[in-house]
């Protein structure tokens, strides 16, 4: 297990949750911390493309692909019928870092902000039956939850709720 502290933005699709983790890892790295992020991604996304080395390797056959640049690397895992990992077995693999922002995974059991917004539909509350979810971020108002209740653009406001739950402190400059 990763000992780098978690926290999770979840919800239904189309209520925010991209949005919210890009702004944070934003605010958070302008407070000088080292954020890495895990997005849950639905059904069979590929971040290569038909025709690509990379992709050529992948479609041979090999279990991993590495690509390697002067500016970043990624690693591609091919799961080739196998189950998909575990969230700790993902967030073994990150590197070290001050905070690790969790896209999605509404079933694990991590403290998480439900978004909400009334764009993305009538949806049930995910918090009703998670008791993870410790606040909400939503662009309306909420007046008889009881959870803490943020507007879904205070990036600033949940960032602090966040570092305050998490009881991160500020780097050393």
Known sequence: MNATPVFGITGWKNSGKTGLVTRLVA?????????????????????DRPGADSYRHREAGAHEVALVSGRRWALMHELRGDEEPPLDAI???????DLILIEGYKREAHPKIETRRSASGDREPLSVSDPNIVAIAADH????????????????????????????????P
């Open 91 to 97: 967030l073994s693999r990150i590197a070290s870092c």
């Open 27 to 47: 605010e958070f790295t302008r407070r000088g911390f080292r954020v890495s992020t895990v997005k849950h991604a639905h059904h069979d996304f590929d971040i």
């Open 141 to 172: 108002g909420l007046p008889d939850e009881k959870l803490p209740v943020f507007h879904l653009d205070d990036v600033g406001q949940i960032a602090d709720f966040i570092q305050a739950r998490l009881e991160l402190e500020r780097p050393a």
